[in-house]
């Protein structure tokens, strides 16, 4: 895109929503009702099992830093000489990590221990160091089901098409370098997938790993229950994160893959999990949440600082998604821009109560975004943004 690539954490960080909000669909944009741990108003917070103040889950991707990644139009596929000639397989996993090299060890062990019977792993590897190939090296050895890619790249949505270009499983599986997943996790993808033929994606759930509430949160999606998304104008509601996606891989390459300007590492920042599932519900497709089986998610977040920058970018990086559809005349949009943007992002109990926070601030992160937008061309076939207009996007705190 022309600018300079900022190095960048390779998983996204994630915000919590309060569940204290009349609204019943849970908006990400409504982290601010949430008080601190002590109960306090300490900004935005981290829904987390572990905090009783809030009682259900609802998280959106967020970046730690600003970045600028080039975007792709179309990812070519990558070879892969350890796999060459292998049979295709039901189902792959993708994990995008960049410079995680000394703590990937937990995620790749409990791949290595999956009980599905066909399925391989792709590791896109963006570092700028050799710890996660040394890691890949040690853990996984001669493993003929699992491949590194290493990639001058930056950012999560580039990884995420890089393996899915190289990907053979009729179904493909994302997850972040710093989860775990449970020895039935892919064969419960697979049982979703067979058991609802119309689904095209799968939101699995997403537990907090343990850790001292006092110090932060860790982010985490779990359903209450199985629930089946069909229709666009209720995009709202859809809650995944991308911890723990899965999708037809077919429907996926058709859909155009992850925009590459959203998301952890991108300019946009954040967001690739919505606008893809947005943009799956739009095309027709099913989409199902599925508690279990979860991975296990150790990505702790500080409170303070930190979590109220994140939650002005997953503000800033949601304006950037709606207004991108909004652009390209599509009003089955206009519900979700209302109920989590103008609506959702304002604590409206505590502004009339006079009481912090009142979410001012990230409603004026939201139209940053949504300003933002404009610096970007659209590509209407596949709905993602294919270059930008202009060198500079402010950040979310302006």
């Not at 189902?91 to 391989?120: F, M, W």
């Not at 890691?135 to 995420?160: M, N």
Request: with cysteine; charged share 20%; hydrophobic share 40%.
């Amino acid at each position: 895109m022309g600018a300079a690539r900022i190095p960048t954490l390779n998983v996204p960080a994630m915000v919590g929503i309060c569940p204290d909000s009349r609204s019943a669909i849970g908006s990400a944009a409504e982290r601010d009702r949430c008080p601190g741990p002590t109960g306090t108003a300490s900004g935005p917070s981290t829904t987390c099992p572990s905090w009783p103040g809030c009682r259900g889950l609802k998280l959106l991707a967020i970046p730690t830093t600003p970045p600028t990644p080039t975007p792709s139009r179309r990812t070519p596929a990558p070879k892969l000489p350890a796999q060459a000639g292998a049979p295709p397989c039901r189902i792959s996993v993708c994990v995008p990590t960049r410079n995680r090299g000394a703590t990937i060890d937990a995620a790749l062990e409990s791949l290595k221990r999956q009980d599905h019977d066909s399925y391989e792993v792709i590791v896109v590897d963006q570092s700028t160091d050799d710890l996660t190939r040394l890691a890949f090296e040690k853990i996984v050895g001669d493993d003929p089901r699992f491949a590194l890619i290493p990639s001058t790249t930056v950012g999560k949505s580039v990884a995420c098409n890089v393996g899915l270009a190289a990907v053979r499983g009729g179904i493909v599986a994302f997850t972040d370098d710093d989860c775990e997943a449970p020895r039935d996790w892919l064969d419960g993808i697979e049982r979703g997938f067979a058991s609802h033929p119309e689904v095209a994606m799968i939101c699995g759930g997403v537990r907090a790993a343990p850790h001292d509430p006092a110090v932060g949160a860790i982010p985490a999606f779990v359903p209450h229950h199985m629930r089946l998304l069909h229709s666009p104008w209720l995009a709202f509601r859809a809650q995944g994160i991308g911890a723990n996606l899965a999708f037809r891989t077919a429907a996926l390459r058709g859909a155009g893959a992850f925009d590459e300007v959203l998301g952890a590492g991108a300019m946009l920042r954040s967001g690739e999990d919505g606008d893809i599932a947005y943009r799956f519900l739009r095309a027709g497709h099913g989409i199902l949440e599925l508690p279990d089986p979860a991975v296990l998610h150790s990505g702790l977040r500080t409170w303070g600082k930190e979590l109220q920058e994140l939650a002005w970018d997953a503000a800033f990086s949601e304006g950037a998604i709606y207004m991108k559809h909004l652009r390209l005349g599509d009003p089955v949009v206009l519900p979700t821009f209302i109920v989590r943007g103008l609506v959702g992002m304002v604590s409206w109990r505590n502004l009339l109560r006079l009481r912090q926070p009142t979410g001012l601030g990230r409603l004026a992160a939201f139209a940053r975004g949504a300003r933002a937008s404009f610096r970007f061309s659209i590509d209407a076939d596949s709905r993602r943004y294919s270059g930008p207009r202009r060198e500079r996007v402010r950040s979310a705190a302006g």
